[in-house]
């Protein structure tokens, strides 16, 4: 079986962490002959080649300075060429980069290889002519090959054995997979960054509190129930006509547009030829996993630019200004689409089920049972760091943060959590957030509206 697994290099130099799990996911397919695909500097060559020492036959590195700046179109375009070329039965990638973090490049592709589409899998239970899979949304899932799938933080990529030989390395052109240079690059890319700010954002004032007094911090915080997105937009100027898919978004649209049209996320063809046909000056998705999912999809069907993940909106009248947290949420970055109409998947509430989420860190390992208590008396959804997932703590469905899920619910209570950037992003647009820790020190009081300085 032919596999291509697509790898990006990361700020750090190592390989992507979701398009690790990729490429070990790929090693255990029985009789796989892998081809490791990449997007990048001509330096990324050595990175490649070493990769291929894990068990890859052969590795692709896409290297041209008319592939530079490239959106997730973009990228998806180039990437979905040398794909057309090598004729794979199956396409591996990671669920998203850690500096991009859309999660939109695998669907783009899909649409544009023409294959089936198998995103957040969690495992992987056979393949032959069609792949069964068990994913994170659906629960099983099966597609007939071509396929591409994406995967969730599944697996550990093995080390290259000693003996270990390097595959086969090409690099490749833009004139090498027949590229409109057009298409490619920061010219091919409809989504534009127009400026970025530092975030101090997701910073709070902490009000330290005893034990004692959680209870009512906890119902009051409920009574309020102020989930804290950053929608507000600032200036009076209104679009002529938002499309929202589904009824999440609506807490956005109206901050830009009194016309609202609500269509449901069930049929993707149906919504492409709605868009087609109305042509409103922007369509806004929920940031669950099926409307991500099929946003990705629609924006490579309409060649459209697809802007993730957004925490505010705002418009000159013409344009929809999208505001994203970028590179772990260290900065807020001000986008706008060079195409109509513009398209952005904002972060709601809908995949929430509960209001109150109880996150174990790894400081919380010694008294599991006072947190899952805690979790009970509130009716909780159980959360995690990564510390606690890689010690076997807490299943990894539940790790909250940068390689996990993002949520936002009225209330999230961090017992023995540190604080680290990479949770923080998933978790700072939370209602009330209220950290429990023995260190006055920790950065999670940074980032909490209260404080108990306590071990558990
Ligand atoms: C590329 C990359 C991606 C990552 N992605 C994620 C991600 O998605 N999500 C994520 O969470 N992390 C992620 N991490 C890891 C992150 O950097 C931190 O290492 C992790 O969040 C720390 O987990 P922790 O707070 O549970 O543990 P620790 O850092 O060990 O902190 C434990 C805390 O518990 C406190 N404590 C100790 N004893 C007690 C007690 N008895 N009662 C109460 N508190 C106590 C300590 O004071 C400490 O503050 C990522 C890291 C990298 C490099």
Redesign the pocket.
């Known amino acids: 079986m032919k596999i291509v697994v697509c790898i990006r290099q990361g700020l750090d130099g190592e390989i992507n ?1 979701f398009d690790a799990c990729a490429y070990e996911a790929a090693l255990q397919i029985q009789g796989s002959e892998i081809t490791l695909l990449s997007m990048g500097p001509e330096k990324a060559k050595d990175f490649l080649h070493q990769l291929t020492r894990r068990g890859a036959k052969n590795a692709v590195l896409l290297s041209d300075s008319a592939f530079a700046g490239a959106d997730t179109l973009a990228t998806a375009y180039a990437l979905s060429l040398a794909i057309k070329k090598i004729e794979p039965d199956l396409i591996i990638c990671g669920r998203q980069t ?1 500096v991009g973090d859309t999660a939109q490049v695998g669907p783009m592709l899909s649409v544009m290889c023409d294959c089936s589409l198998i995103t957040n899998v969690m495992e992987i239970k056979s393949v032959d002519t069609e792949i069964k899979c068990i994913t994170r949304a659906i629960g099983e899932e099966t597609a007939q090959l071509p396929s591409l799938i994406t995967v969730e933080r599944i697996n550990n990529l093995r080390l290259p054995s000693i003996r270990s030989k390097m595959g086969e390395i090409s690099v490749w052109s833009a004139d090498d997979i027949g590229a409109d240079k057009n298409k490619c690059g920061l010219v091919g890319s409809p989504t534009r960054v127009l400026k970025t700010y530092e975030n101090s954002k997701g910073k709070r004032k902490c009000k330290f509190i005893t034990l004692d007094e959680l209870d009512g911090v906890i119902k009051t915080a409920l009574e309020r129930s102020n989930s804290k997105q950053d929608i507000v937009a600032s200036s009076d100027k209104r679009l002529r006509q938002v499309v929202i898919v589904g009824e999440s978004p609506r807490e956005f649209a109206e901050m830009v547009s009194d016309d609202i049209t609500v269509i449901p996320c069930d049929n993707e063809q149906n919504i492409i030829d709605y868009i087609v046909k109305t042509a409103p000056q922007a369509v806004l998705w929920g940031s669950d996993i099926i409307s991500k999912r099929m946003a990705s999809r629609v924006a490579a069907a309409l060649n459209l630019g697809l802007c993730a993940d957004c925490t505010a909106l705002d418009t000159d009248g013409e344009k929809l200004l999208m505001y994203r947290p970028a590179l772990s949420g260290s900065i807020i970055a001000k986008i706008e689409s060079l195409t109509y109409p513009a398209m952005a998947t904002v972060r709601t509430k809908d995949s929430l089920v509960k209001d109150v989420f109880v996150s174990v ?4 390992k ?2 599991l049972e006072w947190v899952k208590n805690l979790a009970q008396t509130y009716d909780a959804e159980l959360a995690s ?4 997932v890689d010690n076997g703590i807490m299943p990894y469905s539940t ?6 899920r993002s949520v936002a619910p009225p209330v999230y209570i961090a ?6 950037v ?2 923080i992003v ?1 978790m700072q647009s939370s209602g009330t957030v209220i950290a ?4 006055k020190k ?1 950065d ?1 009081f940074d980032y909490a509206d209260y404080g108990i300085i306590a ?2």
């Open positions: 962490p850690l860190g790894f400081g919380a010694d008294n760091t990564r510390k606690s790790q909250v943060g940068l390689t996990g017992v023995g959590v540190s604080g680290a990479h949770h998933g429990i820790n023995p260190d920790a999670i071990e558990i």
